[in-house]
């Protein structure tokens, strides 16, 4: 399991003590930090000391401590889960949570009792969208450094069972992904499928006639030489990145291959003609949807 259990995920432990500066202030009942903390990984860091050993940080909390975002709805409170039947963690800013032992995975993240990433992502199916849960997922199971395997979802969902927000879990997992590498990529992904268009691959790698890397895709039509791309900020605002992006298209376009490419001024209507200009893309083709889409 990549980024849990190892003590340097955030490249500095946690120590359990109190600190006891002069200038320190209380961003909750009895516990006190250096300053008022700003992030997930602050607030848990100056919560810490204020943990019972039968509490571990969990649902969105635990994610967002080894790098995977969430709905900021899910993260507006730490969210701290006790075990055993020990009275649930209250306060202000904390939202607590009851789990028999042995129900969810623990381990360490810099320090920090967590559940497991995975299981974090479980105890979510009650409170997120299907859509959000599989951009989640796909986090879990991003090209770079992954946390978890499609595999390892499967089998905590299986063991999810009866729990509440199983059936969300089960329509999610099926359209999780390997190999995003934003959610942006994840939603237009969903968009497009939702638009009956044919499954594409996750940042597929395209090669020259020679077999030499040429680029990877963020959603390839290999069938069809064609590629969906989304553009974020750095593309724009990069000019290293800009000019290797030209490149990149100019290559790919020598080569045969069409690129359509939608940023985040793309949303409703804008987002509908560029799956529009997709659809037309593949069909010149050779692609021919289904009766059904």
Known sequence: MHGFAVADAYAAGVSRRRLRAADLRAPFHGVRAGRIPDDTRALAQAYAAGLRHSDAFSHGTALELVGVAVPPRSTSDLHVTSMGGAQRARGRGVRGHEAATGSVRLGLVAGLPTVHPVDAWCQLGSSLTTRELVAVGDALVRRVDPIATLDELAVAVRRWAPRRGVRSLREALPLVRERTDSRQETEL????????????????????????????????????????????????????????????????????????????????????GRLARLREALMDRGWRPDASS
């Open 189 to 272: 992904r969903l968009d497009a499928a939702e638009a009956g268009l044919p499954e594409p691959e996750v940042n597929g790698i395209i090669v020259d006639d020679d077999g030499r890397f040429v680029a990877y895709g963020d959603l390839v039509y290999r069938e069809y030489r064609t590629v969906l791309e989304y553009d974020g900020e750095q593309h724009r605002v990069d000019d290293v990145q800009f000019a290797r992006d030209v490149g990149r298209l100019d290559d790919l376009a020598r080569l045969g291959w069409r690129v359509i490419r939608v940023t985040k001024q793309h949303r409703g209507p804008g987002r509908g």
